[in-house]
């Protein structure tokens, strides 16, 4: 059995960047990723909000800091970020990638985006996986656009549960929302975990994509 080409991409969190991300690739050292092309793209700068309108690398307005399962979403600049997203994964399924091959990961306001783009988008994935991230949509007009298919693309959802920045409760707001959906979440909480990426998380994001991965025969 030969090694079939996969993709990860890898959205990072408000005010950072990609290539500070990309050290997590060398954790992933099972064989099963000798073709995983990567990508570790940067948010572009814009006024956020919740820091007082100051530019920084952002991939969506936030509006308040800590995110609770409350907090208002900015859609339209979440729509925006979903289809620069998108484009980037039609890029890489045009190149020869079997969507079940393709799996989206973030943390925070990366892992939010993650949720919205894989949701949004008209195939089934590999995979979706959040860290510490929150539902960042609640209109019917933007749940109405959910596909059939797009159900069917699994969720992984990771939270630290004394995350003060991203509350765990808004976390924890995720898998419900999901059900109602029909789509399956598998929602792991790690104790003492503040808002951060956790090895335990990575290695554990490893596995769980490994199981995952279609192999070409």
């Known amino acids: 059995m030969s090694i079939s080409r996969s993709f990860v991409l890898w959205l990072h969190g408000l005010g950072d960047s990609g290539p500070a991300n990309e050290p997590i690739r060398t954790l992933f050292t099972s ?3 000798r073709n995983t ?3 570790f793209p940067s948010a572009p700068n814009a006024p956020v909000t919740c820091n007082y309108g100051h530019v920084m690398p952002s991939w969506f307005d936030i509006h308040e800091i800590p995110v609770t399962a409350d907090s208002p979403n900015d859609e339209t600049s979440l729509l925006k970020a979903v289809q620069n997203v998108h484009a980037t994964i039609d890029k890489e399924i045009a190149a020869g990638t079997n969507p079940n091959n393709v799996f989206i ?3 925070s306001q990366g892992g939010a985006l993650t949720l919205a783009s894989v949701l949004l988008y008209p195939k089934t994935l590999g995979g979706g996986a959040v860290f510490s991230g929150w539902v960042p949509f609640n209109s019917s007009t933007i749940i ?3 596909t059939p298919e797009a159900k069917r693309t699994p ?3 990771s939270h630290g549960m004394i995350d003060s920045t991203v509350l765990f409760e808004a976390g924890q707001a995720g898998p419900p929302f999901l059900e109602k959906l029909g789509v399956s979440c598998d929602f792991k909480a790690y104790p003492g975990l503040a808002h951060s990426i956790s090895n ?6 490893e596995s769980w994509i490994k199981a995952r ?5």
């Open 155 to 157: 969720i992984l959802w």
């Open 31 to 33: 064989p099963q990723f």
């Open 213 to 217: 991965l279609q192999s070409s025969s």
């Open 37 to 39: 092309n990567w990508s």
């Open 105 to 107: 990961c973030g943390f």
């Open 144 to 146: 109405e656009q959910i």
């Open 200 to 205: 335990e998380e990575l290695g554990h994001l």
